[in-house]
């Protein structure tokens, strides 16, 4: 059937090996597609959509290698300026304010965290200035240094004492499912259409992709967070991880976290799943 492709299109150079592993039935769907759609040049992408199962890399971790004062502050800003218009859309804030402009009563504002007090107090900046705001115990647990946070209180004596403190946090989602019964593994030896390791994602044909951790992947139109080595939940909520000095933010919303810390649950719509587990993207069960 090869040898019929041929006669049809020519191959690309890097995924001839691919197209030789590739089953009986494969190469029948393929060449149907090939008759129908005619390139020129058989390509990666073309075999991906003719199996609809395209893999794409969305976003991945590539760390700073420069590292100075300014480019500590410009990372700082930019974490704050993403999470900022995150944090100001939640309708639980009112009367949202910059710290330049607190004056007494009820207000909002949104910060990052710049030190953590005694007594349950952090001290929250924003581009205008700084200000002491009092929160439960529980959220000052929760609660680390730059962080970003929104709090809403009453303002007096130069201090507030919050009533409510929000984080980033993903918002409730519909759960995303695949119209194919496409199976991948997670640091897993099953036989699956697609093998997902800490920096590597196979197919079935033994086609590879390496990546940087963390990492968003689309497989099949479901994104797909790969995550080593940090909450899930608190990852989510928060909406960035930070690694060596570099941020990786939460700009997309995964439909699946794969990790390797010990969590299986489903949080506002994305499904979380532990190493040694196989899911079907069609319906979202996992296997250990």
Do not use: W
Not at 1 to 23: A, F, G
Not at 113 to 139: F, H, M, P, R, W
């Amino acid at each position: 059937m090869i040898e019929e492709l041929l006669q049809h299109t020519l191959i690309e150079d890097t995924i001839v090996e691919r197209v030789k592993n590739l089953s009986q039935s494969d190469i029948a769907l393929l060449l149907k597609e090939v008759k129908e759609k005619k390139p020129k040049l058989l390509t990666e992408d073309f075999i991906n959509d003719a199996f609809g199962r395209k893999i794409k890399i969305i976003k991945e971790f590539h760390e700073n290698q420069r590292y100075s004062v300014n480019n500590y502050v410009e990372r700082l800003n930019n974490r704050y300026s993403f999470l900022q218009q995150i944090l100001v859309k939640k309708m639980e804030l009112k009367n949202i304010v910059s710290i330049n402009k607190c004056s007494d009563g009820f207000l909002s504002i949104i910060g990052i965290v710049k030190d953590k007090k005694a007594d349950n107090i952090l001290e929250l900046e924003d581009t205008t200035g700084a200000v002491d705001v009092i929160i439960s115990e529980e959220n000052y647990k929760r609660t680390n240094l730059d962080d970003v946070i929104a709090v809403s209180g009453k303002y007096s004596n130069k201090k507030i004492s919050s009533d409510l403190v929000l984080f980033p946090d993903i918002p409730l989602n519909e759960a995303n499912y695949s119209t194919n019964d496409v199976n991948i593994s997670f640091f897993s030896d099953r036989v699956s259409d697609f093998l997902i390791s800490e920096s590597v994602v196979k197919d079935k044909n033994n086609s590879i992709i390496n990546f940087n951790t963390p990492a968003l992947l689309s497989i099949d139109n479901i994104i797909i967070l790969v995550l080593i080595s940090h909450d899930p939940l608190e990852v989510l909520r928060k909406r960035y991880v930070e690694i060596k000095n570099t941020d990786f933010l939460i700009d997309t919303i995964p439909d699946i976290i794969f990790s390797d810390q010990n969590t299986t649950t489903n949080y506002k719509g994305t499904s979380i799943f532990p190493k040694n587990t196989t899911i079907n993207l069609r319906t979202r069960d996992g296997t250990v």
